[in-house]
């Protein structure tokens, strides 16, 4: 057993022997070792990869093109719920919630930026996705999914690893690339946060929550009805004062 640049071998038996004319052992047959790398699980992860990615862009897409019905279905009062079921409250408040986020540019530009970072080739590495078999669904239904061409990426795993790592994890390649654009979207930072978590916060964060736009509407709007309710206040006594004086010059 023996060990030569990280390759462990083991010899079980002699080679052949080689003969000359008169019969003669004059050596033994040449013995040639060669290795494959195991590129499965490279290409399992990788496929992988494109499959959460799918789901990502389909749930994405789903929300930003969703049908908005959210207007016909206004907050539903204390006296309404009183007046319906736990299911007719469910299916209400869901279809209170649908089409919120249609058009949203925020997760357009998120999703745009992802698709351009996926075609763009990094500084230290020679081939893009399309060279490995990855590319974009010609199927316009699918909005920027991708599809795998499985041979022609076992074939660039078998004949140039080198490159497709740079590709994934060499510098400014598409873990970097992906990262960068998913923080500057949806980093929970209350220091720094993304954008969609400075728009609306994080449930994992109390800072951020306090610290969005949307936070900063809601507390004005409340601050907006105490306003009124106490201007409220004031011109109903106001109009009791007067009403019960009138009542009082009436009676007499």
Do not use: H
């Amino acid at each position: 057993n023996f060990t030569i640049d990280g390759v462990t071998m083991q010899l079980t038996a002699v080679s052949a022997e080689k003969y000359d004319g008169a019969g003669n052992v004059i050596g033994y047959e040449e013995t040639k070792v060669s290795t494959e790398r195991d590129t499965e699980a490279i290409f399992e992860t990788i496929k992988s990869f494109v499959e959460d990615y799918n789901k990502m862009i389909e749930k994405l897409n789903g929300y930003v093109n969703e049908e908005p019905t959210y207007r016909k279905y206004a907050p539903l009062t204390d006296a309404q719920r009183d007046e319906m079921t736990e299911s007719q409250i469910e299916k209400w408040e869901e279809k209170s919630k649908q089409g919120l986020l249609y058009g949203d540019s925020t997760i357009r530009n998120f999703l745009q930026n992802m698709r351009s970072a996926l075609y763009t080739k990094s500084t230290t590495s020679k081939i893009a996705l399309y060279d490995i078999g990855i590319e974009t669904s010609s199927n316009k239904d699918d909005r920027g999914k991708l599809v795998i061409d499985e041979e022609a990426l076992k074939r660039a795993l078998s004949e140039n690893i080198e490159e497709v790592e740079k590709l994934f994890v060499g510098t400014n390649g598409l873990a970097d690339k992906l990262s960068d654009i998913m923080d500057r979207t949806a980093k929970v930072s209350a220091a720094t946060p993304g954008e969609l978590v400075r728009i609306a916060g994080a449930k994992e964060s109390k800072a951020t929550q306090t610290q969005s736009t949307l936070y900063n509407e809601l507390r004005k709007i409340d601050e907006r009805i105490s306003v009124l309710n106490t201007r409220y206040n004031k011109e109903k006594d106001r109009y009791w004062k007067q009403f019960n004086a009138m009542e009082t010059i009436i009676s007499n």
